[in-house]
Structure formats: C-alpha cells, structure tokens
T-cell receptor, first 116, second 115 residues
Framework: DVKVTQSSRYLVKRTGEKVFLECVQD?????MFWYRQDPGLGLRLIYF???????EKGDIPEGYSVSREKKERFSLILESASTNQTSMYLC???????????????FGEGSWLTVV | AQSVAQPEDQVNVAEGNPLTVKCTYS??????LFWYVQYPNRGLQFLLK??????LVKGSYGFEAEFNKSQTSFHLKKPSALVSDSALYFC?????????????FGKGTRLSVIA
C-alpha cells in the first residue's frame, strides 16, 4: 500500500515562528502536493512538485514556500507563521507512470497547525 | 477551467436506507472523476474513480458512482447506509490527457447516517 507520512500530526506555534511541515512518501511517486483544508472552503492547493527541485504554485501560495531536495520528501515552510494560517495541512502524492492524469492521488493523515 | 460542485453541504440518511451524494463537474474536454472520503481527524482516503469504460464504477466499502456525461454528473451511491459511513466526502476532477495537473476538488459533503 502507498504510504504518505506527515511527521507532525498536531503542532502549536507562535506568531512569527518559522514552521516546517514534513511529508515523506514510500512509493517512488514523482508528484507531490500540499493542500490546506478549512471548513466550508474544502481543499485548496498551496504548492505542488513534479520532480526533485521543481515546484509550482497552486491556488494559495502566499505566505508559504516548499522544498523538494529528495524525491520522497516534500516540505512545506511557513516563513513567519500567522494566525490565519491555523488550519489542517494535507500532503499527497501520485505517480506519473501510465495515464498520468488518471492516476490516483494518495493523502497523508494531515497536520493540524495552530498558530497563537 | 475545471470545477466541481457538490450542491449539498450536508446529507442525512437513516441507517439501512440508500444514500446519494451528488457531484457535478465542468471541464473543457473529457474528465477523470474521483471520490474520496475523510473520517474525523484523518486524511482523505480514495474510494473510486472513473477513467473509461463502464459508466457505473464500484469502489471501496460498497460504494459506487455513476458517470453521466449528458448531465455532467458523478453521484456517489450506496444501497444501504451504515452509521460508519458518516464522514466527509469529496468529489474531484481532472481533464483527460492533462498530464500531471492537480486534481480539482469540490468543497465536500458531510454525510450523517442516523441509527
């Protein structure tokens, strides 16, 4: 089974802190994604990556950056956390083999971030 | 542009009754369609997807969905609901041959199955 692991399930950080959310997948997937989930807003894409050292902005990249130094790891960085970044963050991955656009995206269990 | 609409924020159904969670989509081209389920404090789990072929797709936990091209819909169904089906359900779409573009998700529908 595909496993996407988000190392921190629950975090509490102070305003202005630099926050790292780590995600690792074990299926050699090329694509990795970071989403944010808020009540009533569904899932919103922050950043995604098609390959090592590559990144693309999603719908709400402001206030975030990402790092993909290794294929299996995709990190989300909040340079200076703010209270409006309190949310559930979901990492996901998918393969580029076969019919890439028909491939399933697999999600991690999520990281609950509270910024106080 | 791609979009997905889940017209109901909440669906309530009695245990044992059939359930339907609605999804309509808008794409330029042919769609790949997905359903995911999210239990409390968990990530999204893949339920089923329509790629090609039979319009009726069967997935995990007894769920199925029917692709209707003329109505641009992909409603999720189950013949007999269980209390354990209570969760948040997301529909998602991607255009065929769009490569690695991300899925576009609906806002989700909360299903509550009452014993």
């Amino acid at each position: 089974d595909v496993k996407v692991t988000q190392s921190s399930r629950y975090l509490v950080k102070r305003t202005g802190e630099k926050v790292f959310l780590e995600c690792v997948q074990d299926m050699d997937h090329e694509n990795m994604f970071w989403y944010r989930q808020d009540p009533g807003l569904g899932l919103r894409l922050i950043y995604f990556s098609y390959d090592v050292k590559m990144k693309e902005k999603g719908d709400i990249p402001e206030g975030y950056s990402v790092s993909r130094e290794k294929k299996e790891r995709f990190s989300l960085i909040l340079e200076s956390a703010s209270t409006n970044q309190t949310s559930m963050y979901l990492c996901a991955s998918s393969s580029q083999t076969g019919t890439a656009s028909g491939n399933t995206i697999y999600f991690g269990e999520g990281s609950w971030l509270t910024v106080v | 542009a791609q979009s997905v609409a889940q017209p109901e924020d909440q669906v309530n159904v009695a245990e044992g009754n059939p359930l339907t969670v609605k999804c309509t989509y808008s794409v330029s081209g042919n769609p790949y369609l997905f359903w995911y389920v999210q239990y409390p404090n968990r990530g999204l789990q893949f339920l089923l997807k329509y790629i090609t072929g039979d319009n009726l797709v069967k997935g995990s936990y007894g769920f199925e969905a029917e692709f209707n091209k003329s109505q641009t819909s992909f409603h999720l169904k189950k013949p007999s609901a269980l209390v354990s089906d209570s969760a948040l359900y997301f529909c998602a779409v991607r255009v065929v041959n769009s490569g690695n573009t991300p899925l576009v998700f609906g806002k989700g529908t909360r299903l509550s199955v009452i014993a």
